[in-house]
């Protein structure tokens, strides 16, 4: 059982990300932390390719940022990592991610399960994962709470999907793609000693080259980035001796300003 998950470095949620004059994205000093949905599918990477007696690899496609993330999944207990880097790949859209993704899987060869957190928080966006899987034909499992069995000589797959109706219960054949929420465990903290371990681990950069692919043409571009206009207001406390005098003068004032 040989189980792949996805991860990267995104700004910490808690940081204060704005527009430089430069005119690109930055967060200032603030760390970069594990994309917060991965921490779950690492989780379940090193849950699944135990239950299966296999090993479970982590890939990052991104710049040199992205190692840190990988290292984290190394020291959460990983077997291997990966990172993906091209310079075709710089400013590329999720579908040019896909098709690194879909290739660095296919060169790993032997892969059962493709494990992704929901979404990334850093580009709000889940679609790269629908066309991971549709680059490797297989069948694509989102939303999932829990994954209730795998049939390893069937190669069959069990899971129990969230959706706004309620829970659905699939089966698929593997080798699939599958995307999970927070509701599917509980992730560990990396120990001392895998932390160490990771902090040594010399990680292999893979081109395109090295994947056999060159990245498809960008479908979209971003031109440029606004930081928000700031929004102003005034606050007005209305008092009185009682609520009732509170709410009188409340809506005295809303019918003077045709709110009312």
């Known amino acids: ?8 470095s995104t700004p910490d949620t808690a940081a204060r990300v704005e527009v430089g004059a430069n005119g690109a994205v930055t967060w200032g000093d603030a760390a970069t932390v594990v994309n917060p949905w991965d921490e779950y599918s690492l989780e379940e990477a090193i849950l699944q390719a135990k239950n299966g007696g296999g090993k479970a690899t982590v890939i990052a496609i991104g ?3 992205h190692s840190d993330a990988l290292k984290h ?40 399960l493709v494990i992704f957190g929901r979404e990334s928080v850093d580009v709000g966006t889940d679609q790269h994962i629908y066309q991971t899987a549709r680059k490797l034909g297989w069948p694509m499992l989102s939303y999932v709470g829990k ?15 969230m959706l706004e109706q309620g829970k659905q219960i699939v089966t698929s054949k593997l080798p699939a793609v599958i995307s999970v929420i927070k509701d599917i465990n509980e992730p560990r903290y990396p ?8 902090a040594k ?14 990245a498809p043409p960008t479908r979209t571009r971003v ?17 009185g001796e009682s609520v009732e005098e ?8 809303l019918m003077a300003e045709k709110i009312l």
């Open 63 to 65: 710049p040199k940022m």
């Open 147 to 161: 994954i209730l069995a795998v049939d390893y000589s069937a190669k069959t797959i069990k899971v129990e999907r």
């Open 223 to 239: 031109s440029a980035f606004k930081n928000l206009p700031k929004r102003e207001g005034e606050v007005e406390m209305i008092t």
């Open 246 to 253: 509170q709410v009188g003068k409340l809506v005295d004032r």
């Open 1 to 8: 059982m040989h189980v792949v998950t996805f991860t990267r």
């Open 73 to 112: 999944g190394l020291a959460m207990g990983l077997n291997e990592a990966v990172r993906v880097w091209d310079d075709s790949l710089e400013g590329a859209d999720s579908l040019a991610f896909a098709t690194a993704a879909a290739a660095a899987v296919n060169k790993l060869g032997d892969v059962d």
């Open 191 to 198: 120990s001392f000693i895998g932390i160490r371990k990771a």
């Open 201 to 214: 681990a010399d990680i292999p950069v893979w081109s395109l080259g090295d994947l056999g692919v060159t």
